[in-house]
């Protein structure tokens, strides 16, 4: 099944994962699955998954399924060069970045930052400023590039294809999400989650409310016209997860969704094949990274 058609078989299963770099009980890897059926996303399950080798059970499910993740695919070019790794294979990246340990990334980038002038510390992917994300090799608040080193290798093991990034089984697709992007369509900068408990608070409950009636209405995916379609009970258990976990997966399934009726699963015709990109954010000219052949997401 090529990759741009899969939101084209109705037997897709479409997954939401909002992800933890360490997960336990405390804080699994949140799983949202659901099926499309026209416009309308009727949400199936919500499942946790307290620990890495839960994970890998998922992506080694048997297809035909797609989904968004919450982490991150690669890291900017700009830093991979700088640093002298592996830079015309993402695969080879993975290879390399995964044997290394969390305090060495850390003190890496920590160096590389450094070095840098105020306001521009960080290197960027070109997709990480559209999507309002943060850049990849960020370590702390959050610690996305701890998300890349534990999730990315889960995927490449797996043998899961990523578009644009590593040819894979066509029948089990993972794309790169974000789920910021979509609440803050709604919410703009207002916070609707926190893992403090002292913060958990009611506005942050009301801007839940809202995100969830903008999720249920068509609202939240104005473009397309996406409508979620929820239980009273998965609506309240979406309501009081003041972490939200949850919500951010269902986002994270939105996404997958609106990824089927977008052109090319919501990515640019070429993207860079270290960098990746998130899919629906859309990218005003093709990506051609100086001295890297870009590659074809299909």
Request: glycine residues 10%.
């Amino acid at each position: 099944m090529p990759a741009a058609e899969a939101g084209g078989d109705p037997d897709t299963r479409l997954l939401g994962i909002d992800f933890s770099s360490r997960p336990d009980r405390h804080k699994p890897i949140v799983v949202a699955e659901g099926r499309l059926d026209g416009l309308t996303l009727r949400l199936q399950a919500l499942h946790a998954l307290p620990d890495a080798h839960d994970f890998s059970r998922l992506l080694h499910m048997p297809g035909p399924w797609l989904g968004a993740f919450d982490l991150p695919f690669g890291l900017p070019r700009e830093l991979v060069e700088a640093l002298g790794w592996p830079d015309s294979d993402w695969a080879a990246l993975i290879g390399h970045y995964r044997r290394l340990s969390r305090p060495e990334i850390r003190a890496t980038f920590a160096a590389f930052c450094a070095a840098r002038p105020v306001g521009a510390k960080f290197a960027h992917r070109a997709c990480d400023r559209p999507a309002g994300a943060s850049p990849s090799m960020k370590w702390v608040n959050p610690p996305v590039a701890f998300m890349l080193h534990a999730g990315a290798p889960a995927l490449l093991d797996a043998g899961c294809h990523l578009p644009g990034l590593h040819a894979g089984d066509h029948r089990r697709i993972a794309l790169e999400a974000y789920p910021g992007r979509t609440a803050r369509a709604v919410l703009g900068r207002t916070s609707y989650k926190s893992d403090e408990r002292r913060r958990q608070d009611a506005p942050r409950h009301q801007a839940r409310e809202r995100l969830l009636a903008a999720l249920t209405s068509g609202q939240a995916s104005p473009d397309l016209g996406m409508r979620l379609q929820i239980d009273p009970g998965q609506h309240q258990a979406l309501l009081e997860d003041a972490r939200g976990d949850r919500l951010d997966a269902v986002l994270c399934l939105l996404q997958a969704a609106e990824a089927c009726r977008r052109p090319n699963l919501g990515l640019p015709a070429r993207i860079d094949p270290l960098e990746g990109w998130i899919t629906g954010v859309p990218c005003a000219a093709p990506v051609s990274p100086s001295g890297a052949a870009s590659r074809s997401t299909g």
